[in-house]
């Protein structure tokens, strides 16, 4: 069982950057692939952003390229989202998630994914 913890979402205003941080307690993520999605208020949960467990496989979400990295420490043991030039639409809840299978390609389907996140909150104002 792996429990994933978010923080670093925040009230910012449209254009400001944020920068999201996603860890497991106690364990290295090396093993996973790992990947960012968000629901906003009244919408279905969407992809964001992911990467394969080796790292060598990146892809996002086309609401987010160019404005979104997403990243993993050497030791593996945390998973970052910085987003930039914040938008109010990206306003939404934002989760990690953690899939075992070791894609060797990052992982944009939700039921894919084996452990996920509570959540934080983003919200950007215009």
């Known amino acids: 069982q792996v429990q994933l913890v978010e923080s670093g979402g925040g009230l910012v205003q449209a254009g400001g950057s944020l920068r999201l941080s996603c860890g497991a307690s106690g364990r290295t993520l090396s093993r996973y692939a790992m990947g960012w999605f968000r629901q906003a208020p009244g919408k279905e949960r969407e992809f964001v952003a992911a990467v394969s467990w080796s790292g060598g496989s990146i892809t996002y979400a086309d609401s987010v390229k160019g404005r979104a990295t997403i990243s993993r420490d050497n030791a593996k043991i945390a998973l970052y989202l910085q987003m930039n030039s914040l938008k109010p639409e990206d306003t939404a809840v934002y989760y990690c998630?953690?899939?075992?299978?070791?894609?060797?390609?990052?992982?944009?389907?939700?039921?894919?994914?084996?452990?996920w996140g509570q959540g934080t909150q983003v919200t950007v104002s215009s």
């Open positions: 998630a953690a899939d075992e299978a070791l894609s060797v390609v990052a992982v944009t389907s939700a039921n894919e994914y084996d452990y």
